[in-house]
């Protein structure tokens, strides 16, 4: 929660290739971290999450790791689609957990 | 059948100028929320209601203010409309604070 940074701004990679985006947070109270997929004209969309009693989760081709330790936490993208471009965001909850701090996004472009 | 939605889509109006936007969310939600995205896609939380009552505001101007007159509806009002109130807005809930949230698909503010 608090401040939530996110890296790269921009990556752009070949269909097929796998896409790794980072983020740390500085809340260690923090305890739940989603990633958002933004479309164009459209609004974010809840693609996966992770709680901070698990390191890992997977639903197909994305998966998040999260290391609590370091504060940090990742989205792999692995056989990316030209479909899977568009702009992902990283999250944490504020303090109150009524909110989410949001990173300033990553915009993808998967080109075939 | 749409989880949260917003209107309008677009809204042009000139300075000086009142307006509203509405929200709705048919999910049985207790929270809801206003965001922000500026013209670099920045997310930045405005306000969060849970069960009607106020829980966040995010040092947003007076000239903000939300209405929830149920636990489906979150409406959000803007008086005398700024230049720099030209953004996209997002309403979103979810069923708790923590939890995952879920978003509108924006309302487009553009201020002449």
């Known amino acids: 929660g608090e401040n939530v940074e996110q890296h790269p701004s921009t990556l752009s990679v070949q269909e097929g290739d796998s896409a790794v985006i980072k983020c740390t947070y500085s809340?260690?109270?923090?305890?739940?971290f989603p990633w958002y997929k933004q479309e164009l004209g459209k609004g974010p969309q809840l693609i996966i999450d992770?709680?901070?009693?698990?390191g890992e989760k997977k639903d197909q081709r994305i998966a998040v790791t999260l290391n609590k330790t370091a504060k940090h936490f990742s989205l792999h993208i692995t056989e990316t689609q030209p479909e899977d471009s568009a702009v992902y965001f990283c999250?944490?909850?504020?303090?109150?957990?009524?909110?989410?701090?949001f990173g300033k996004g990553t915009s993808l472009l998967v080109t075939p | 059948d749409t989880a949260v939605s917003q209107t309008p889509k677009y809204l042009v109006t000139q300075m000086g100028n009142d307006k509203s936007i509405k929200c709705e969310q048919n999910?049985?939600?207790?929270?809801m929320y206003w965001y922000k995205q500026d013209s670099k896609k920045f997310l930045k939380i405005m306000f969060s209601y849970n069960n009607k009552e106020l829980i966040i505001n995010e040092t947003v101007p007076n000239r903000f203010s939300p209405k929830s007159p149920d636990k489906a509806h979150l409406n959000l009002h803007i008086n005398s409309l700024e230049l720099g109130d030209s953004a996209v807005y997002f309403c979103?809930?979810?069923?708790?604070?923590?939890?995952?949230?879920?978003f509108g698909p924006g309302t487009r503010l553009t201020v002449t």
């Open positions: 809340d260690s109270a923090s305890n739940y």
């Open positions: 992770i709680r901070s009693n698990v």
């Open positions: 999910l049985g939600h207790d929270t």
């Open positions: 979103a809930s979810s069923q708790a604070g923590g939890d995952e949230q879920y």
């Open positions: 999250a944490a909850p504020i303090s109150s957990g009524y909110a989410l701090n």
